[in-house]
């Protein structure tokens, strides 16, 4: 990053805040905090900005208009000068604004009046039992009478409780009418009114709100606030219909205006970083490294000559500029979950592109079927389609949205994945495997034996590569940064780690011993190539014409104390460093074993819907690409103790159940698992984050476009 320092005269204020608009990376340093200066007062046109803008979004609230997305064809404004942008938004508060705010007080009006119909309405429902008049209901000279509902429980103790305070004069009546509710009326002497309150609230009865003005017998009244109820609902229909052809007419008009206030608003707001003297103004900020000279050149061609600028590596701590991230838009839903576990910072290496392939790479060794993987990838293109349409799929629904990319490479992974373990919505017996070794079935009908343990050396072996890339990512990082000691902290650990990996798979896994051998010799590890052939002398690995002894002091004793000096130099914090090396060379690599389980819990979940009552088969025909099959014409299996060969077939009930619960749950589990393994296996080699995102000045247009940067047959378009 690099710091710009602009120097204008003070007429030139607007221009040099469009050029910085313009530009859109230029992230203001607080100049005037530094240097001490009082904040200036706003002129009275910028004070006029805040005030409309709150009438304009009452205007974009009422006619219910959506700023948040993309309309009609924007709308050519000139802004050159903040009166021109009043000026504009004026024209139309005063054309709409009288008529709105009319309209709103009508339909504010109607409801409130629809609303009262309705619960006299309700009231006179409910005392229709007790055919009273309501126009008794209230307090006079001699009487005090009122009417509610109540549990049914507690009207014996009501009627009991009001006869003994009144001594038996009052005139009560009740009648059930839901389970559980009974409504009743009383009547008793006005002087008894304040002990009957009391006794009312004690035992839970909800007084009727009768309102004023109401008088007649219940079914009257229920007529009569049902028609007033109807001609207030065609009122109010009306109304609405009045407001959408508002809205119609001039909805762009004024979404136009709220836009072009908002981005005045920030306008305003912005100066606040800007430092002023009494002919000039200073305005200072980060910018990418790069983009200097665009920025030179957009300040020159709105300001002209009166302008100086000048670009400064910062001396100071690197870690108080902000990060700017660089990556493709593709794989903004990747840069996320990065920047979810924290910003980069300047000593760190951005790991978003990375981790765009290997995310969903580990996702789909987990989740590896072919059908359900389908699914998401549809999901993914859904989401990104709707995205791309404007549309808004709510704050649950819009993770998916904001993550449409990165589901369908998972989609596309999870894929690849089930072609290469075969599996089509949970069932084995669809696709064949293109990775033999994992065939479920042998040809004797007879589950695999094996298929377990190639799966868990696979898992490891994957685990092991992403903890090597991770350990190669820290030592190329610490050489950029000259950082030399820690560089050799990180060449000493991958140093170490693939001696100790070659150690487990060129000699052997299951004894140490091995290891301090004198006499024998060392076989290379190659990933993958290994995998159904054992270990050491396999026929795969390439003989090391050394004894293991001397194969673990050198690959491993010694880079292990390399190791534990140079990271002890460097005090605590390095005797911490070697630590967490020491302890992560064996539980970080064998917590990659959750690829191998949650795949296994993949396959037995599917192998149960699979199993339910076989209501309605699909079977496939045999499909082979460039002699490749991937629908056999047939799979063994075993009835009776005996191997038969049957058609490549699907249950369809057990997929289609399986898929639901299997889908959401283990995929949920899978994504959780992927993200920890990257978070805390992988993150810990290399990424530290703490650092702070790029926050420039920008401003987004979706409904205006400034006429400064608009051709004129293009303005006369718009217009």
Request: hydrophobic share 45%; with cysteine.
């Given at each position: ?7 204008s ?5 607007r ?6 608009e ?5 992230e203001?340093?607080?100049v ?14 910028e ?9 304009c979004?009452n205007?974009?609230?009422?006619l ?19 009166s ?7 024209g ?5 604004e009288?008529?709105?705010l009319?309209l709103?007080?009508s ?20 005392l229709?039992p007790?055919?009273l008049d ?11 009478t ?10 014996t103790?009501l ?7 009144t001594?038996?004069?009052l ?6 009418v ?16 304040p002990?009957?309150l009391?006794?009312?609230s ?8 009768v ?12 007529k ?8 207030l609902?065609?009122?109010l229909?009306q109304?609405?219909?009045k ?7 001039w ?9 072009i206030?908002d981005i005045?608003?920030r ?13 000039s103004?200073k ?12 920025l ?6 709105r300001v ?23 990556n493709?838009?593709?794989m903004?839903?990747?840069q ?23 995310f969903?790479?580990?996702f789909?060794?987990?989740f590896?079927?072919?059908g ?7 999901i ?6 709707s995205?791309?349409k ?15 990319q ?14 290469l373990?075969?599996s ?13 070794l994992?065939v479920h079935?042998?040809?004797d009908g007879?589950?695999n034996?094996y298929r ?6 696979l ?14 990512l ?8 000259h ?10 650990y ?7 990996v070659?150690?487990?798979?060129g000699?052997?896994y ?15 590890w190659i990933p993958?190539l ?12 390439p003989?090391?014409p050394?004894s293991?002894?001397?194969?673990t ?12 000096v140079?990271?002890?130099?460097g ?9 967490e090396?020491?302890i ?12 191998f ?13 699979m ?13 082979s690409?460039?002699g ?6 047939g799979f ?5 103790g005996e191997?038969?060969?049957?058609s490549p ?16 749950l283990e ?6 698992h ?7 296996e992988?993150f ?5 984050a ?12 979706l ?16 217009t």
């Amino acid at each position: 990053m690099v710091i710009a320092k602009v120097v204008s005269h003070r007429d030139f204020e607007r221009q040099v805040v469009m050029a910085l608009e313009e530009f859109g990376l230029f992230e203001f340093i607080d100049v005037r905090q530094q240097v001490g200066l009082s904040e200036v007062k706003r002129s009275r046109e910028e004070e006029t900005v805040f005030s409309v803008l709150d009438r304009c979004s009452n205007l974009v609230s009422f006619l219910k208009l959506d700023v948040r997305h993309h309309g009609r064809l924007p709308t050519v404004i000139d802004d050159t000068s903040l009166s021109g942008s009043l000026d504009y938004v004026g024209g139309v508060i005063k054309s709409v604004e009288p008529e709105t705010l009319e309209l709103e007080k009508s339909i504010a009006s109607a409801g409130l009046e629809l609303e009262r119909q309705r619960g006299t309405r309700d009231i006179a429902v409910s005392l229709k039992p007790l055919r009273l008049d309501l126009a008794r209901i209230g307090t006079t000279e001699y009487t005090f009478t009122t009417a509610g509902v109540l549990p049914t429980a507690h009207v014996t103790q009501l009627q009991w409780s009001l006869s003994e305070v009144t001594e038996g004069a009052l005139a009560f009546r009740s009648i059930a009418v839901r389970k559980g509710v009974s409504v009743a009326s009383i009547s008793v002497p006005v002087d008894r009114k304040p002990a009957v309150l009391r006794i009312l609230s004690a035992l839970g009865f909800e007084t009727f709100e009768v309102p004023e003005k109401t008088a007649g017998r219940p079914d009257e009244i229920v007529k009569a606030a049902e028609e007033r109820m109807a001609d207030l609902e065609r009122e109010l229909d009306q109304l609405e219909s009045k407001r959408k052809s508002i809205a119609n007419e001039w909805g762009q008009r004024v979404i136009a205006a709220w836009e072009i206030l908002d981005i005045e608003r920030r306008r305003v707001e912005v100066k606040s970083f800007f430092a002023y003297t009494e002919h000039s103004l200073k305005a200072w900020g980060w910018i990418p490294e790069g983009t200097e000279e665009r920025l030179e050149s957009l300040l020159r061609e709105r300001v002209g000559t009166a302008i100086e600028v000048k670009f400064d590596r910062p001396d100071f701590a690197e870690e108080e500029s902000p990060t700017y991230l660089t990556n493709p838009s593709f794989m903004k839903a990747t840069q996320g979950v990065v920047t979810a576990y924290g910003v980069p910072s300047k000593h760190d290496i951005d790991p978003t592109k990375l981790m765009f392939i290997s995310f969903p790479l580990i996702f789909g060794l987990v989740f590896a079927d072919v059908g359900q993987g389908f699914i998401i990838l549809l999901i993914g293109l859904g989401a990104w389609r709707s995205t791309r349409k404007g549309q808004d799929w709510g704050s649950t629904l819009g993770y998916l949205q904001t993550g449409a990319q990165g589901l369908m490479m998972m989609g596309v992974f999870a894929m690849l994945g089930g072609f290469l373990f075969g599996s089509f919505f949970g069932s084995e017996t669809v696709i064949e495997p293109l990775w033999p070794l994992f065939v479920h079935t042998l040809e004797d009908g007879k589950a695999n034996p094996y298929r377990s343990a190639h799966m868990l050396k696979l898992s490891i072996e994957i685990g092991v590569i992403h903890i090597t890339l991770g350990i190669l990512l820290s030592l190329y990082n610490k050489l950029k940064h000259h950082a030399y000691r820690e560089a050799m902290v990180s060449l000493s650990y991958v140093w170490m780690y693939l001696g100790f990996v070659n150690l487990v798979f060129g000699v052997s896994y299951n004894s140490v011993n091995s290891w301090f051998s004198s006499a024998g010799a060392v076989y290379m590890w190659i990933p993958f190539l290994g995998i159904g052939h054992g270990t050491g002398n396999n026929g795969i690995y390439p003989m090391l014409p050394i004894s293991p002894f001397i194969f673990t002091l050198a690959a491993f004793i010694v880079p292990f104390v390399l190791m534990a000096v140079t990271s002890m130099k460097g005090g605590m914090d390095g005797a911490v460093i070697f630590l967490e090396n020491s302890i992560g060379t064996i539980s970080h690599t064998v917590s990659y074993a959750r690829i191998f389980a949650l795949n296994t819990v993949h396959v037995i979940l599917s192998s149960i819907f699979m199993s339910l009552p076989a209501i309605f088969v699909i079977y496939f025909p045999q499909i082979s690409i460039v002699g490749v099959n991937i629908v056999p014409a047939g799979f063994w299996t075993e009835v009776a103790g005996e191997p038969v060969l049957i058609s490549p077939q699907m249950p369809l009930l057990g997929a289609f159940i399986g898929s639901i619960i299997v889908g959401v749950l283990e995929g949920l589990l899978a994504f959780m698992h992927t993200l920890r393994l990257h978070f805390v296996e992988w993150f810990s080699k290399f990424y530290h984050a703490g650092g702070v995102a790029f926050a420039p000045y920008h401003v987004s247009r979706l409904h205006t476009v400034s006429s400064k940067v608009v051709p004129a047959t293009q303005t006369q378009l718009a217009t």
